[in-house]
């Protein structure tokens, strides 16, 4: 049982180059997410899904796309990096509560990106 | 935009000391408080997940309790030791997802 797993771990763009990050889980939850966190900052939701097929913004999603075609993966796309990316950027995913809000949330290790 | 503010930004406190934080959030719309605990350099990790008014959740010696109609809960850590030095971040849980707040950065000196 792997929880949730991204790569890469670290990445270095150029602006304008685009990149996919990608993320999995393996603990059949419906509920992904997507976080960014900057320096001195809080967790700032880019995107989120409730399951296959929905997918909907967060605080923070102008740059980005998400797609979620299966329960397991939930990519980020960034297109035409821009140096306001450079960013810590975190997967999770959680069951969700009675009610329909998530829950507990797991979180994978992150990737750090750099874009110059 | 959900506020979700948390108090203190950081704290130094010694060893054995007891210490809490402080998470206010909206008192509308409410689904669920959560906390979580952050290493440098890790992923956060879940502590607690609350969701009834006067809730009451403790892991050891880490304590939190919840109060959905004023908006607030508190985070307690009895008789602290290095290894709590770490990042605690609560979040309002909202119909579909978590709004974090910016985190108490605790420091726990031997």
Request: some cysteine; overall charge positive.
């Amino acid at each position: 049982n792997a929880g949730v797993t991204q790569t890469p771990k670290f990445r270095i763009l150029k602006i304008g180059q685009s990149m996919t990050l990608q993320c999995a889980q393996d603990m059949n939850h419906n509920y992904m997410y997507w976080y960014r966190q900057d320096p001195g900052m809080g967790l700032k939701l880019i995107y989120y899904s409730v399951g296959a097929g929905i997918t909907d913004k967060g605080e923070v999603p102008n740059g980005y796309n998400v797609s979620r075609s299966t329960t397991e993966d939930f990519p980020l796309r960034l297109e035409l990096a821009a140096p306001s990316q450079t960013s810590v950027y975190f997967c999770a995913s959680s069951y969700s509560l009675a009610g329909g809000s998530g829950g507990t949330q797991y979180f994978g290790p992150g990737t750090r990106l750099t874009v110059l | 935009i959900l506020n979700v503010e948390q108090s203190p930004q950081s704290l130094h406190v010694q060893e054995g000391d007891s210490t809490n934080f402080t998470c206010s959030f909206p008192s509308s719309n409410f689904y669920a408080l959560h906390w979580y605990r952050w290493e440098t350099a890790k992923s956060p990790e879940a502590l607690f997940v609350m969701t009834l008014n006067g809730d009451e959740k403790k892991k050891g010696r880490i304590s939190a309790t919840l109060n959905t109609k004023e908006g607030y809960s508190y985070l307690y850590i009895k008789g602290s030791q290095p290894e709590d030095s770490a990042t605690y971040l609560c979040a309002f849980g909202g119909r579909r997802a978590l709004t974090f707040g910016s985190g108490t950065r605790l420091q726990v000196q031997p």
